[in-house]
Each structure stands twice: as C-alpha cells, then as structure tokens.
C-alpha cells in the first residue's frame, strides 16, 4: 500500500479558537474569558493531559472550550487517531492495530478504532462532494468500472467512478443491482455534476446506455474487446481447421474464407485502421443471411460471426474514441480503462485481501474512500481535517 501522509501533531501552546459561535443557530461573533485553565486528560501518543480554556458567546450566552491545535473534545488526540487509521489502512486488523497501540502506551479499545475509520471515511466522502460540487471541478473523461465484495457473506456489486486524467477517485457506490436504471441512478448525476466529456468503461452494455442517456462519448477499453476478439478468432478458428463444419444455406463462405475473414477481423481490432467500419461491413455482408439457430440449437460458426461482427461496426466509435482530439486538440481519453482498474486494486483489493469479508455495507465505501483519500494525497499534506470536533 503506497501511503504517505504526515501524521497531525499535538502543539500544547497554539490554540486557533472559532471565529463564530459553534453552537448550532448562533452566529455571534463576541466574547468575553470565562475559565483560564481547564485540564483535560488525553490519550496521545506523548502527553496525557493539556490545558484548554473556557470562553462564553455574548449573543446566545452558552460557553465553549478552545482545544489546543490537534486536540478536540474527543478524548484521544488527531494524532492518535490517525496513527489507528493508518495501521488499520496499512493490512492490520482493528485488535492488532490495538495490541500495536497498547504496547505503545496509549490503549485504545477495537471499537474505538473502528469508530475512528468510519468517521474518517464518512468525513471523506463530505469533503470528496464539496469539491466535486465547486465550479472548477470540472472532470473531462470520467472512468467507471465494477467489482465485487463480501458482506455478511453475501456478494455485493461495488461501483467506483474516477477522474481517468489524474486517476482520483471520484465516487464509490454500493448498488442494490447492475441494471441499466440502477447504474443510470448512480452515474448519470455524476457525469453532470462534474461536466464530463467521456466516459471511459469495460464493454458492458449497461455503461453504453448510461453514457447515450447523458449525451457524453464514450471509450470501451480496448484492452479488454481486443482480448475477447482474438479468444473468439483462435476458438473459431481451431473449430474449422479440426473439424470444418457444413456450410449452411444462406451465407455463401467457405471454411477456406471464414479462416482468412477471421486473420482479417484480428487485424482490424489490433490496427485499428481508418476503413475498420468499412471493412467490418463487407465482412458482416457475406455473413448476414447465415440462419438463427433452432430452439435448443447451438448457432453455427457462421452466424456467431456474423453477430460478433455486427456488435463491433455496431460501436466502433467507442472503440475509437480515444482517437478524437478535445477542443484543444489533445487527446482526451486513454484506450485502455486500466486506470479505474488500478484504482479498484490499490484502494479496495488490497485491503480485502486480508479480510474475510465486511459487516456493513457503510464499512466497504467508508475504507474505501478513505484509503483512495490517503494515497491520493501529497506527502506532506495536513490532514486534520479528516477529523472534526
């Protein structure tokens, strides 16, 4: 796990009190010291007790203490807290990230670290929405993908949206199913709110329907259809040379032409050539009147040719996105959604691995989100606003 983060730090002698009432309907903005010294015990890494002070609201009259920096009224400090996430993000399990802590002198009980991964993450995701809802969050090419996680043992889809330019995560999602309604649900209100030019995706027909639904191009990973094409053209083509099958009436090819029509379709989908649509329609002509099978038939070579040939003229402009320029004239999408793909394995499957499965559903976005947050993250940066009073 590639994770850098500089751990808060506990300044006894700096405080940075509100500037506003924190009391929710108060907007005052004065007040007067109403306790100089309070003593507040805390669990920490170094220091077990530092001294906060009292201040009393001129305008609702209720009184509030000022921490110093990296203390709240929690009772363990930011430090302490993200040293637990760390741990846990890091493979360690939450009673070993607490038999860790403890041979540290600073006991903290499972639970409590638990609670302290869930707030993180639910906090996360609050500051990943606020910046996604800014007017210069724009996203150009968003990638989405799916994979697959226990809960209580059952297996639930988990759905994960990127920034496919600077690979930051955008958005996870748990899904009550993969229809086409359900994905466009969870996608679509995305792709608007960060005004997405591309949708960049494996070769599922749900994402198909959800980039047409939004008006947005689309890029099929080329990784992946270029893959099934050549699996396809071998198992074709092994099929006619060990046992070359009857010519059904209708299509008027011979074995001979089918293997040289499938060397053919092989290059296509590797070049990619400027014809491929003209080329895919010749072929698709001279297969077009193979016959459907029977009820309970299995189709012929023919006529599973003539379908794979149709689905790829059929979407060659997802297949070919990646070679339109933007307004700018760069090009705006990889050909590949690897991307999403590492995304998936750096901040969910590597932690999974090690873990036989979640208990809430909460747990897989909160985790997730959090360690996508942490790894994207500069070295350095400050990261006590993952936790809030």
């Given at each position: 796990?590639r994770?850098?983060?500089?751990?808060?730090g506990?300044?006894?002698?700096?405080?940075?009190?509100?500037r506003?009432?924190?009391?929710?309907?108060?907007?005052?903005?004065?007040?007067?010291?109403?306790?100089?010294?309070?003593?507040?015990?805390?669990?920490?890494t170094?220091?077990?007790r530092?001294?906060?002070?009292?201040?009393?609201?001129?305008?609702?009259?209720?009184t509030?203490?000022?921490?110093?920096?990296?203390v709240?009224?929690?009772?363990?400090?930011?430090?302490?807290k993200m040293l637990?996430?760390?741990?846990?993000?890091?493979?360690?399990s939450?009673?070993?990230?607490?038999?860790f802590?403890?041979?540290?002198?600073?006991?903290?009980?499972?639970?409590?670290?638990?609670?302290?991964i869930?707030a993180?993450g639910?906090?996360?995701?609050?500051?990943?929405?606020g910046?996604?809802?800014?007017?210069?969050?724009?996203?150009?090419?968003?990638?989405?993908?799916?994979?697959?996680?226990?809960?209580?043992g059952?297996?639930?889809?988990?759905?994960?949206?990127?920034?496919?330019?600077t690979g930051?995560?955008?958005?996870?999602?748990?899904?009550?199913n993969?229809?086409?309604?359900?994905?466009?649900?969870?996608?679509?209100?995305?792709?608007?709110?960060?005004?997405?030019?591309?949708?960049?995706?494996?070769?599922?027909?749900?994402?198909k329907?959800?980039?047409?639904?939004?008006g947005?191009?689309?890029?099929?990973?080329?990784?992946?259809?270029?893959r099934?094409?050549?699996?396809f053209?071998?198992k074709?083509?092994?099929?006619?040379?060990?046992?070359?099958?009857?010519?059904?009436?209708?299509?008027?090819?011979?074995?001979?032409?089918?293997?040289?029509?499938?060397?053919?379709?092989?290059?296509?989908m590797?070049?990619?050539?400027?014809?491929?649509p003209?080329?895919?329609?010749?072929?698709?002509?001279?297969y077009?009147?193979?016959?459907a099978?029977?009820?309970?038939?299995?189709?012929?070579?023919?006529?599973?040719?003539?379908?794979?040939?149709?689905?790829?003229?059929?979407?060659?402009?997802?297949?070919?996105?990646?070679?339109?320029?933007?307004?700018?004239?760069a090009?705006?999408?990889?050909?590949?959604?690897?991307?999403?793909?590492?995304?998936?394995?750096?901040?969910?499957?590597?932690?999974?691995r090690?873990?036989?499965?979640?208990?809430r559903e909460?747990?897989i976005?909160?985790?997730?989100?959090?360690?996508?947050?942490?790894?994207?993250e500069?070295?350095?940066?400050?990261?006590s606003?993952l936790?809030?009073?």
């Amino acid at each position: 796990m590639r994770v850098r983060a500089r751990i808060p730090g506990l300044e006894p002698d700096v405080m940075k009190p509100p500037r506003v009432c924190p009391y929710e309907g108060c907007q005052g903005k004065y007040f007067k010291m109403h306790e100089h010294r309070c003593a507040k015990p805390l669990r920490d890494t170094k220091s077990e007790r530092v001294v906060a002070y009292r201040r009393k609201c001129l305008a609702c009259g209720r009184t509030h203490r000022v921490y110093p920096q990296g203390v709240s009224k929690a009772q363990q400090s930011d430090r302490l807290k993200m040293l637990s996430i760390l741990l846990y993000i890091l493979g360690i399990s939450y009673r070993g990230v607490e038999d860790f802590l403890t041979a540290l002198g600073c006991y903290l009980d499972h639970t409590t670290i638990y609670r302290n991964i869930q707030a993180a993450g639910e906090q996360v995701q609050h500051l990943r929405r606020g910046l996604l809802e800014q007017p210069a969050s724009k996203v150009s090419v968003v990638g989405a993908d799916l994979t697959y996680l226990r809960c209580r043992g059952e297996k639930v889809a988990l759905a994960v949206a990127i920034d496919a330019q600077t690979g930051v995560t955008l958005d996870v999602e748990i899904l009550d199913n993969e229809d086409t309604e359900t994905m466009k649900a969870w996608l679509g209100p995305l792709l608007k709110l960060v005004d997405a030019e591309v949708l960049s995706t494996d070769d599922q027909d749900v994402f198909k329907a959800v980039a047409d639904s939004e008006g947005v191009s689309h890029q099929i990973c080329r990784q992946h259809v270029t893959r099934n094409v050549l699996d396809f053209v071998a198992k074709t083509a092994e099929g006619v040379l060990s046992a070359p099958p009857p010519v059904p009436e209708g299509p008027d090819v011979m074995p001979e032409q089918l293997l040289e029509d499938l060397a053919l379709l092989e290059w296509i989908m590797l070049g990619h050539p400027e014809n491929g649509p003209q080329l895919l329609a010749e072929l698709y002509a001279r297969y077009a009147h193979a016959p459907a099978p029977g009820k309970g038939k299995r189709a012929t070579i023919w006529y599973r040719m003539r379908n794979h040939v149709l689905r790829l003229w059929n979407h060659w402009h997802r297949h070919t996105c990646y070679r339109t320029p933007s307004a700018d004239g760069a090009i705006p999408v990889e050909e590949t959604n690897n991307a999403t793909e590492r995304v998936i394995g750096w901040d969910i499957k590597e932690r999974y691995r090690t873990m036989r499965g979640y208990k809430r559903e909460e747990s897989i976005v909160n985790v997730a989100m959090l360690t996508a947050w942490l790894r994207e993250e500069p070295a350095g940066q400050d990261l006590s606003e993952l936790f809030v009073s």
